[in-house]
Structure formats: structure tokens, C-alpha cells
């Protein structure tokens, strides 16, 4: 294995939601460089199915790109928090509804060059209303749209953020077995 030993880390950063550290690191090769990190906790990202088939998505406005993107529901998991329970808890605080069925779907690293972020994704069906409040989910708009329609939503450039399109296309293209 190709390892980089860690010989100084200095945190120059710690937000609410990134910490942002730099790594002194020796190579294989002997040479000394540095590694920025960004921290950031692991997410769940969530392809919800309704009974008839459709996709149920978000549509909300992302600051870092300035625009409004169509994505699946995702969010960070607290302290103490399992992937599934966030699950439950993201989808009905982002789409009002409650899983009663939650499966895994494999998951990925969302920026491996510079960041700790893992992302658990799942593919949660039999959706039943439920909703729980949160502050930061109140201008979330609901999209339903057909699986037939990904492939194009993404081409187009209407889907554009990675874990909306991994996680769709892992759902359409080898299914949730």
C-alpha cells in the first residue's frame, strides 16, 4: 500500500458544518508535502420510491452554487445517530414521509482528493405522510418524477450534483436486490 505518514496536523478551521485541517505528510518517497482536509460528517443520501412507482425529489436553492438544484434527499447524521435512523428522520423532515421499508444501496466517498465525507445511500419505499419540522427545510419544494425521466434530467444538466446521480443511477441501473 501506498501510505502517507501524517507527521504534523494543525485544524485551522472549525465551522458548524467543516472543519478544515492541514496535514504535514511524508510520502513513500521521502518527500514532505501538505494535505488540505475538509471534515465533514458522514450523510445519508435517500432515493425515496412512492407505491406508484415515482421518485420523490427535492428541489432546493444551494448557496455554494448560487441556483436551485434537483436532488435526492440527503442530510447529515447526528452523534449517535445510525444511517437508517437518519434516513427516517431526513425524509420526513425534507419530504414529510416515513419509511417503513429502508434498504442500502452501497454508498461513497463524495470528494476523496480533500474531503472526510462518506455518504451511506439507500433506497427507502411503502412511504406513509409523516412530517417532523426542522429549520432549515422550509423553502424545500416536492418533485415526483418517473425513473424513465433520469437519464435525460441528467444529460440535460437539471440533475447536476454527484449524489443525486450516483444514487439514481445505482437504483435505475442495478436495482435495490
Known sequence: MNEQKVIESQTVFKGRAV???????????????????????DCVAVVPVRDNGKL??????RHA?????L?????????G????????REL?????FYPNEVRPLGGFYSAPGFCTEYLYLFVAKSLRPSRLIAEDTDEIKIVEIDSAEVPSLIS????????????LLRYIFIGDK
Not at 492541514?22 to 482536509?37: A, F, H, Q
Open 19 to 41: 472543519s478544515l485541517k492541514i496535514d504535514t505528510v511524508l510520502l513513500p518517497s521521502g518527500r514532505k508535502t501538505t494535505r488540505e482536509i475538509v471534515e465533514h460528517s
Open 56 to 61: 420523490v425529489m427535492v428541489r432546493q436553492f
Open 65 to 69: 452554487t448560487g441556483k436551485e438544484l
Open 71 to 79: 436532488e435526492i434527499p440527503a442530510g447529515g447524521i447526528e452523534e
Open 81 to 88: 445517530e445510525d444511517p437508517v435512523s437518519c434516513v427516517r
Open 92 to 96: 420526513q423532515e425534507e419530504i414529510g
Open 156 to 167: 440535460s444538466g437539471e440533475i447536476c450534483d454527484a449524489k443525486t446521480i450516483a444514487g
